[in-house]
């Protein structure tokens, strides 16, 4: 199994930025691939970036430009840069893992922007 745990979120006027990060309880060498989606209410849930286990990303057409999904082995975490947010980014933001062909989530972290 993989905990993850996220956190960065909060309120950020329109135009910010804000950078979420996602700890794995395991070492993220043996995660397959990791990912950020985000949920707004009354909408599904979607990708907004992956990172594969070597180092390759990607990015919907929505965000590319916008958001940066790294990694830093040494702490087992991946981020998420967010930047030039708009009152539309307003979401619950969930990281999630590819561990051992099982997906994992954490339990959300919310971002609200401000316009």
């Known amino acids: 199994q993989v905990q993850l745990v996220e956190s960065g979120g909060g309120l950020v006027q329109a135009g910010g930025s804000l950078r979420l990060s996602c700890t794995a309880s395991?070492?993220?060498?043996?995660?397959?691939?990791m990912g950020w989606y985000r949920q707004a209410p009354g909408k599904q849930r979607e990708a907004l970036a992956t990172?594969?286990?070597?180092?390759?990303?990607n990015y919907p057409n929505s965000v590319k430009g916008r958001f940066t999904i790294s990694r830093d082995n040494a702490k087992n975490t991946v981020y998420l840069q967010m930047n030039s947010l708009k009152p539309e980014d307003t979401a619950v933001y969930y990281c999630?893992?590819?561990?051992?062909?099982?997906?994992?989530w954490g339990q959300g972290t919310q971002v609200t922007v401000s316009s």
């Open positions: 395991k070492s993220i060498f043996t995660i397959n691939a």
């Open positions: 990172i594969i286990s070597d180092g390759s990303t």
């Open positions: 999630n893992a590819n561990f051992q062909y099982r997906i994992y």
